[in-house]
T-cell receptor
Framework: GAVVSQHPSWVICKSGTSVKIECRSL??????MFWYRQFPKQSLMLMAT?????????EQGVEKDKFLINHASLTLSTLTVTSAHPEDSSFYIC??????????????FGPGTRLTVL | AQTVTQSQPEMSVQEAETVTLSCTYD???????LFWYKQPPSRQMILVIR??????QNATENRFSVNFQKAAKSFSLKISDSQLGDAAMYFC????????????FGKGTKLTVNP
């Protein structure tokens, strides 16, 4: 249980285009999901907290208009990188908070999405 | 703001031996949670172990155990009988109880397991 998927696993896009990344909780409902960014050989940095049915809460320094987050259902959150530029190239990881079982209230992570902007 | 420090960028251990990864943190709160996450080369983050700050007993999960020293704000991970599959980046993380409940991660320790 507590499986989180992400799609796509790897995306390459041209500078100026937009890219959408999906995060799904496969076997549980997640009222809260989180989006992280991880640069090579670095730790995870929280970008935003996504709550189902409400606006996302962004961390300081994260551009809301550039990184659009939608949490339209209890099993799906999306991150759209708008007008992507090479400096947006990174590894994006989502997590979902479980609400049952041994790890109640903890975050389980998706496998990540590698974004490369040319 | 809470901070998490992992002072060992890299560690290595022989297969079947025991290794301890260090983590210290800074907080003014009394109730919180601490975690160790594992990130293998696949980059899938895996929750290894959790410690509630109000519990004095150290958490254990099979071959993984922690040494939680609340006064010293220290939270080390001991891996016993190390296996090749334990090779990964290990991240120590902190979470407040309630509120935003976001995770704050350390910079990670890369563990190599030698056959």
């Amino acid at each position: 249980g507590a499986v989180v998927s992400q799609h796509p696993s790897w995306v390459i896009c041209k500078s100026g285009t937009s890219v959408k990344i999906e995060c799904r909780s496969l076997d549980f409902q997640a009222t809260t999901m989180f989006w992280y960014r991880q640069f090579p050989k670095q730790s995870l940095m929280l970008m935003a907290t996504s709550n189902e049915g409400s606006k996302a809460t962004y961390e300081q320094g994260v551009e809301k208009d550039k990184f659009l987050i939608n949490h339209a259902s209890l099993t799906l959150s999306t991150l759209t990188v708008t007008s992507a530029h090479p400096e947006d190239s990174s590894f994006y990881i989502c997590s979902a908070r479980v609400d049952r079982g041994k790890w109640d209230n903890e975050q389980f992570f998706g496998p990540g999405t590698r974004l490369t902007v040319l | 703001a809470q901070t998490v420090t992992q002072s060992q960028p890299e560690m290595s251990v022989q297969e079947a031996e025991t290794v301890t990864l260090s983590c210290t943190y800074d907080t003014s709160e009394s109730d919180y949670y601490l975690f160790w996450y594992k990130q293998p080369p696949s980059r899938q983050m895996i929750l290894v172990i959790r410690q509630e700050a109000y519990k004095q007993q150290n958490a254990t999960e099979n071959r993984f155990s922690v040494n939680f020293q609340k006064a010293a704000k220290s939270f080390s991970l001991k891996i016993s009988d190390s296996q090749l599959g334990d090779a990964a980046m290990y991240f120590c993380a902190y979470r407040t109880q309630g509120g935003s409940e976001k995770l704050v991660f350390g910079k990670g320790t890369k563990l190599t397991v030698n056959p």
